[in-house]
Each structure stands twice: as structure tokens, then as C-alpha cells.
């Protein structure tokens, strides 16, 4: 087992060292982790509330 962190919330989680992710952890240091409930958080598009189109003419002559 491997302990890692995520970088947004700093949860640590254990993850199996068989595993493609873990091991890409371990070979490329720089990549970073984030576990899935940040992961599905960010994956989701936020909802914005409705905003009315305006569209202003500009009369110039």
C-alpha cells in the first residue's frame, strides 16, 4: 500500500501499489493526486443560474 495525499483537500489515502495510478506516482514524482470526491467535484460543470442575453446597438453615424 501507498500513502498519498490529494492535492486539494489534503486527504491522504492508501492506494495498492499494483495499480497503474500508484505506479505512475511512484515513477513520475511530479504528478500530482487527487482523490475522487475532488476529482468528480471538478469533472462536473457548475451550474450557473440564467442570465438574460442584453444586446446593446450602438448607433454611431
Known sequence: MRKVTCVICDTEVMLDENT???????????????????????????QRPAQPYHHEKSHDA
Do not use: Q, V
Request: hydrophobic share 30%.
Open 20 to 46: 497503474l495510478l500508484a505506479k505512475r506516482l511512484k515513477n513520475n514524482p511530479i504528478r500530482t493526486f487527487m482523490c475522487d470526491e475532488c476529482k468528480s467535484r471538478l469533472d462536473t460543470p457548475r
